[in-house]
């Protein structure tokens, strides 16, 4: 079984910085794409960043020039700098995988941590 593990998530002021991280691990043979969306209530689960597995990046609009993907593939990690963190950034971040195990691909979902940014 595989299984995401996120961690990183709280309460920022408007202006402030957070970082989260998301941990695959279970039989893994290799993890393809990787990513974070969010939730806000109310509203659909929007992509917010997305990284291949040889490191080209994808963001959306509204994070681009203040939030930061990266990945540490050793470890089947993933990351998310969030800076100059906005109350529209309030939501559940939900990491995502695509990871290979044998010979089969499958998506698999993180909890979701919480982000609230005051204002």
């Known amino acids: 079984q595989v299984q995401l593990v996120e961690s990183g998530g709280g309460l920022v002021q408007a202006g402030g910085s957070l970082r989260l991280s998301c941990a695959a691990s279970g039989f893994i043979f290799s993890v393809n794409a990787m990513g974070w969306y969010r939730q806000a209530p109310g509203k659909q689960r929007e992509l917010v960043a997305t990284?291949?597995?040889?490191?080209?990046?994808n963001y959306a609009d509204s994070v681009k020039g203040r939030f930061t993907i990266s990945r540490d593939n050793a470890k089947n990690t993933v990351y998310l700098q969030m800076n100059s963190l906005k109350p529209e950034d309030t939501a559940v971040y939900y990491c995502?995988?695509?990871?290979?195990?044998?010979?089969?691909?499958?998506?698999?979902w993180g909890q979701g941590t919480q982000v609230t940014v005051s204002s």
């Open positions: 995502h995988a695509g990871v290979v195990v044998i010979a089969t691909m499958a998506n698999y």
């Open positions: 990284i291949a597995s040889g490191g080209s990046t």
